[in-house]
Structure formats: structure tokens, C-alpha cells
């Protein structure tokens, strides 16, 4: 698979040793050992993926295939920035602590739940953040195709494992207390308003300008009424309200982020989360919103959307309900209340995930060119608020939040 970037050099055998022995039954000695991209242009913004081959010598003579995925932070001009975002102690922390302690809750109840991929411990320090799992593909899992969208079925089986993750991470808070801090702010953390500042006046001209050649001036002028109402109504999106019921979201949830795997049959057999470095604490709403908008079939996102949110909202209940939350249960209107108070949460989806979900794999496609303002970055972002499929998505999702009361 073709990689706008190089293999790191500390990517070498001896760093993936222990894991590949205490993965691999019988396991003798790494035969073959191959590092190469792990996700096309266009798959994934804000750290370097990477699958590693390994062809593996057995004890008893014979050879088997194995894999990992590498995840490892960029070297670009924005690194600095996304290191400072903590988005690896994040995911480490998700994957070492938290997803087991979920899953533990759901066991000690009988039920088994698995929500995302195994991670691995690297025996030497590598000289950068990373992060080291299974390669899911070897259990047959695929991303399902981003510029389609899912269907009801794929919805409702990410639906279900939202809800679980949901649920498990509000009674962890009730049994354990808050989550580290570093769980407090996503994307718009108010530390960083006036660094936000600087990188978003200048994209939201570029988007203005895409959206008036392409949309009714009516939808354009409340989009893009002023940067800063459109700033402050997402860091108010972000900030924590104690008075309502909040869980650990996951805080990127598109379509690329979600696996499915098939039986021989074609029906969908299992669903897995990937990709938690975005996981933050507050209202659902961030999830659903974020999910709901981005990545569903363009004729059953908006037609289907109140379904969706009861069909998450009975899920959640009886989940929280097995699991003996000690709290009043949120009411399907609770739901619906937290999503019109998130209402900035849409926007902030159209401006981002939307586009990104529902633009054809390019080259240029990186968090540089997402972030950038030079010749580049405003190519790419013309393109990326100009392509047809992002275009007839807006025309039919801007009039729908508008009669909601979602872009006021």
C-alpha cells in the first residue's frame, strides 16, 4: 500500500520480539519481519499507521503469517501540536486501564463484551509516542466503506456498542470517582483558545467561500455568522456540566473507526471500536451527534435520526441497568434536551468528520493540509468543502438543523 511517509527507523525487529513470542503458540524465531503503511491517503489525519509482516518459525519446523498495526506519532509541521493535545497518554491509558476495567464490568455480570482490539507492551521504550495492537484484519475485521456510509444495521450495531461503552464508563465514575484530567478536554480545550484562534479564522474563510458557491445564502450566513459565536458555542459544547449525565464519548466516532466483521454468509457478525485518542468526558450528545451526521447513508441519516436516538437511548438503559447505576437513568427526552443544549456539536461535525468521511482518497489528504494555511493547506481544503457527495449532503442536513433550532 503506497505511504506519503517514511518507516521510522526505530521500527526494527528486535522492538517487536516479545510481542510476536508471547502472541505466537510454539513460537521459535521471526523468519521474515516487513513494516509498511498501514492506511491509504486520506484514512487517517493525526498519527502514522503501520502494519508489521511477520513470517514466523514454529518449534515443530513450520512457518506461520502474522501481523501487528503500529500507531506512532506524526513529524510534520502541526506534531508539536498534537503532542501537546496528550493524545497518546490518552489512548495508552484507554487501552492498558480503562477498556478492560468496562469489559471486567460487563464479565462480572456474565456478559461478555469486547470493545476494541488487543494492545501490546513494547519491552524497550520506542523514542516516540506509540502505541501497538493486533491487527484486526487477521480476524477478518474491515472498515465498511466511508463514502456509502452504513446502513440501519451497521448504525444499530455501532449504536449498541456506544451505549455499552457508555454505560460502562459512567458506572466506572460512580465506583471509582473522575477520570484523569487529560479526559477533561477533546479538541477544544480552553487552554489553547488563542493557539484555536489563529488556525480557525483562517479555514472558516475558506469554508465560507466553498459553502456560498454551493449552498443558500441563508444556511451560509448562519453557518458563518461570526468565528468567535462559532468558537465559543464549541468550547461551550466541550465544557464539562456536572448537572447532567455525562460519559467517557469517544470522541472520534466515524465510520473509519468501527470494524465489522461477516460470517460466510455476508451478515455482520461482530463490531469493535478503534482509535481513542479523542476520548473525552461529557454529554453523549458529542458521540451521537458526531456519529449520526458523519457517517450514515445519505437517505436514512436525517429520516432515520429520531429512530436512532431511541434505538441508542434503549440500549443505554438497559445496559446501565445491568451494570446497577447507582444514578437516575437519562429519559429518551433527557437525550434529545442534551443534544439541542450541544447543538454546536453538529456544526463542529459538519466542519470536520462530514467532509473528511465523504471526500475520495487523495493524496494531500493530511492533518497538515487540515490544519494549514499556505497554498497547499487552502488547495486541499477547497477541495475537501467542495466535493459533490459533501456538497448534497449539506443541502439536505444545513435545512434540517436549521428547522431544529441547531444553527441558531
Known sequence: ???????????????????????????LMITKFSPKSGSAAGENYASIMLRIDFEVKLKDGSNRE?????????DGENAQMIADMGIFDKEIEVYEKLLPAFEELYSSKGINVTFGPKSYKLSKQPPTDTIVMEDLKQREFVNANRLEGLDTDHVESVLKLIAKFHAASAVYYEINGPYHERFNNGV??????EEFTHIYAPMLDVMS???SKNIEAKYTEKMFKDADTMLDRNFECARIKDEDFNVLNHGDSWCNNFMFSYSDQGERKDTLLVDFQLVKYGSPAH?????????????????????FIKFYHDELSRNLTILNYPKKIPSLSDIHMSILKNRGWASHTVMGPLPVALLDPVKDAN??????????????????????????????????????????
Open 66 to 74: 502474522f501481523s501487528l498495526m503500529v500507531k506512532t506519532a506524526q
Open 1 to 27: 500500500m503506497a505511504s506519503d511517509y517514511s518507516i521510522p527507523s526505530w521500527i526494527t525487529q528486535d522492538y517487536f520480539e516479545n510481542i510476536v513470542a508471547d502472541a505466537v503458540d510454539d513460537f
Open 188 to 193: 477544544f480545550d480552553p487552554a489553547k483558545r
Open 287 to 307: 458521540d451521537l451527534l458526531y456519529f449520526l451526521l458523519s457517517s450514515v447513508q445519505n437517505d436514512i441519516r436525517l429520516t432515520k435520526f429520531d429512530y
Open 209 to 211: 467561500n466553498a459553502f
Open 367 to 408: 492533518f497538515d493540509n487540515f490544519l494549514g494555511n499556505n497554498d497547499a493547506g487552502i488547495a486541499f481544503k477547497l477541495k475537501l468543502y467542495s466535493s459533490p457527495r459533501f456538497v448534497k449532503a449539506l443541502k439536505d442536513i444545513l435545512p434540517w438543523l436549521d428547522n431544529r433550532g441547531m444553527l441558531d
